[in-house]
């Protein structure tokens, strides 16, 4: 008698993992595309497709902060990427004046 596969392994699990984080990737871009071009044709405030995809990426922190797996080196890059954020988005509001 032959044993059966185990049906979860860590291949398994790092293949969904990459899977979530894919459509994660696709969602969050697509929303921030939309928003992007129906603020600059339309004219429209998308505050809270913005939000939605913040707050998504605030989940995604606190949960990892929470299971302590957030080091030094992560904290800097969110840092910086927050920074170049806010510097981008004074720029594009000068811009559009």
Not at 2 to 31: C, H, K, Q
Not at 32 to 38: C, D, F, N, P, T
Not at 47 to 55: I, K, N, Q, S, T
Request: net charge positive; proline share 3%; hydrophobic share 50%.
């Amino acid at each position: 008698m032959s044993p059966t596969p185990p049906e979860r392994d860590e291949r398994t699990t790092s293949i969904e993992n990459a899977g979530y984080r894919w459509s994660y990737m696709v969602l969050s871009f697509g929303i921030l595309a939309i928003v992007a071009v129906r603020g600059f044709t339309r004219g429209e405030q998308l505050w809270d497709l913005v939000g939605l995809v913040l707050l998504g990426g605030v989940v995604n922190a606190g949960y990892q902060v929470r299971h302590r797996v957030v080091y030094r080196r992560w904290m800097v890059l969110a840092a910086a990427t927050a920074a170049a954020a806010a510097l981008l988005s004074a720029l594009l509001v000068l811009l559009r004046r």
